[in-house]
């Protein structure tokens, strides 16, 4: 299976990131990107820590703009906000397959720094859970 999936947010620091890096760690075949509307400069540490934890390493990962896909077609994109808190980006280039699984924002946590980072924690398991049942259906319906 070769689909070409994008996932969309608005920072492209963290959720957008972690669906792009569990998508690459279930099917090395998939070509996977994430963009942001507004990408921040940098990945967010913390993103980086909760998806080592899982031996997944994001050395390359950095923060895109949406606008530099606007050329390609894309099997899918995906786009993960929180509808209840900002408006997610909308994706003007070539689609088959529009989808939204939204996840609140880790960034958002306020607390301890163990209670933030278990929020973290807390996203990255829903986004790992959300994405490979979204993998498995894009797999299923596949017809390479």
């Known amino acids: 299976m070769k689909a070409k999936i994008l ?3 608005t920072g492209n620091t963290c959720r957008s990131q972690m669906a792009e ?12 990107f994430s963009a942001g509307s507004n990408p921040e400069r940098h ?3 913390r ?5 080592d934890e899982l ?27 929180d509808n209840t808190r900002k408006h997610c980006p ?20 306020i607390g301890t720094e163990e209670e933030v ?6 996203v990255r398991d829903k986004i790992k859970s959300e994405f490979l049942a979204f993998y ?3 797999k299923l319906n596949s017809h390479d």
């Open 90 to 109: 909308i994706f003007l280039g070539v689609v088959r397959n529009r989808l939204h699984i939204g996840f609140e924002d880790p960034a958002n946590a």
């Open 55 to 81: 031996g997944i390493k994001m050395n390359e990962a950095h923060p895109k703009s949406v606008d530099l896909f606007l050329i390609d077609e894309f099997d899918y994109v995906v786009t993960v906000c």
């Open 136 to 138: 498995e259906h894009i």
């Open 21 to 32: 890096y569990f998508l690459k760690s279930f099917d090395s075949e998939l070509k996977v």
């Open 43 to 45: 990945v967010n540490l």
């Open 117 to 122: 980072i278990s929020k973290y924690r807390e």
């Open 7 to 9: 996932v969309l947010c």
């Open 47 to 51: 993103t980086i820590k909760v998806m």
